[in-house]
């Protein structure tokens, strides 16, 4: 039986038998206890699905992704340690020294970093482009050594709308896949790989967990890219890898090999699989996801109206306004809603946005996002503060923005807050 998403928040995942606990155990054990040599050897050799150590693999991990996989529409998934690691991993899985991929510039800054400057020095090269090139001008940006293409659902912290359907077109056309963050819209909101994506990642760290009690991350893989078309691209996929005896993961893995690959080379490697007791905490976000997106987003459109209509506010950026210059893509991509988080600014210097905050009373001055309590930061104050505000424009970041992350609690309480802190400035 084919279920709606909001139902696989529930009953995806973890399916117990007879006599089998309901809620999905925690697995909290390095290890795997086996009868024979044989069968352990038959698990290193990839011969066997099992478990033997839980830095590759663990029964509650893999139960959370089997679920978010099922609400992505997605072939196979992995968790790992944060958004960071499953954006690191999705990208190195089939890049390497000597290689090139391309980026939106608007990502979240820290996988900007990581793109732009961690990798750069182990020999991978990426090209930032705006959300907004045209189809020729993305065309240009490709060179022979290009792998992949990387953009976010929903930018953070401009929350602007990326346009799956164009940059998978382009992708495709030079034979490599699209990877999407789908952190801030969520499968509830946005499914990329109906546009066109191949990869999707997550920070479940935001939404998805919910509670801000455990950080994490997740990859998913369509299953739609087909590798061994274009082999001489990605010979991590299409040739032997002889760290696991000489295994071609395209041919022996089929539409798994993505995944597989990941797991039994880098999770090896890394190691930054995501306990078990996070992926527990995260199973329970999961079961709530779609109502409380539903209440995010429409808490957070009440409040944008509110912020738009006050006269101590320059500017407002949030797709579900409808005069809102990316409220068509999201109409197209998000059509019951975005998320809960809002850009701004206000009329003065970082000194006004300072006092606007601390003059807060309910919301919380905090460095993350996306979570059941509204909180904000002010970029060029915490995250960025220090960039010189010329510095802070060219990363696309402009020095009055306000990051406000609306709640699950009453509207009328968030409104009232924010509408005393405009008081005092």
């Excluded at 795997?32 to 033997?52: A, I, N, Q, V």
């Excluded at 990326?162 to 056309?173: Q, S, Y």
């Excluded at 970082?350 to 002010?378: G, P, Y």
Aim: with cysteine; charged share 20%; net charge negative.
């Amino acid at each position: 039986m084919a279920y709606k998403v909001g139902t696989k928040c529930v009953q995806s995942g973890w399916k117990p038998k007879n006599g089998e606990p309901r809620q999905l155990p925690i697995y909290q054990s390095t290890t795997f206890k086996y009868d024979s040599s044989d069968e352990m050897g038959r698990l290193f050799d990839l011969e066997e699905e099992g478990y033997f150590y839980t830095r590759l693999q663990n029964p509650t991990n893999d139960y959370v992704a089997a679920k978010i996989c099922d609400m992505e529409g997605g072939y196979a998934a992995m968790l790992t340690s944060s958004g960071q690691a499953a954006n690191f991993f999705a990208v190195f899985n089939i890049c390497e020294a000597g290689d090139h991929f391309i980026a939106s510039s608007s990502i979240y800054g820290g996988t900007f970093n990581l793109f732009g400057t961690t990798m750069k020095k182990m020999g991978i090269e990426c090209t930032f482009v705006d959300n907004d090139i045209t189809e020729e001008e993305l065309d240009k940006c490709f060179k022979p050594n290009t792998k992949a293409v990387f953009g976010e659902t929903i930018t953070n912290p401009t929350v602007s709308i990326f346009d799956i359907e164009k940059f998978a077109r382009v992708a495709h056309r030079h034979g490599v896949p699209l990877i999407v963050d789908n952190t801030f819209a969520t499968p509830i909101n946005c499914r990329p790989f109906e546009w066109g994506a191949d990869i999707v990642t997550h920070s479940t760290t935001k939404y998805m967990d919910g509670h801000a009690s455990g950080v994490g991350g997740c990859i998913v893989d369509s299953g739609n890219f087909d590798w061994l078309a274009h082999a001489d691209k990605f010979p991590g996929l299409t040739t032997p890898d002889e760290s696991y005896h000489g295994i071609i993961y395209a041919e022996k893995f089929g539409k798994g090999a993505y995944i597989t690959k990941a797991t039994s080379q880098l999770m090896r490697d890394f190691g930054s699989i995501q306990s078990p007791q996070n992926a527990f905490y995260l199973n329970l976000g999961l079961d709530s996801l779609e109502v409380r997106m539903q209440r995010h987003c429409a808490n957070a459109l009440a409040v944008a109206k509110f912020l738009k209509a006050s006269d101590k506010v320059a500017w407002i950026h949030y797709a579900d306004l409808e005069d809102d210059p990316n409220h068509a893509l999201a109409q197209k991509y998000c059509p019951n809603g975005t998320c809960g988080v809002i850009a701004f600014g206000l009329k003065g210097d970082r000194n006004t946005a300072v006092k606007f905050m601390d003059s807060l009373q309910m919301i919380s001055i905090v460095t993350h996002v996306a979570d059941s309590k509204t909180c904000l930061l002010h970029p060029a104050s915490h995250t960025h503060r220090q960039l010189t505000d010329e510095q802070l424009r060219e990363a696309g970041i402009s020095p009055d923005l306000i990051r406000l992350s609306v709640g699950i609690e009453d509207v009328d309480d968030i409104i009232a807050d924010l509408r005393q802190g405009l008081e005092q400035i």
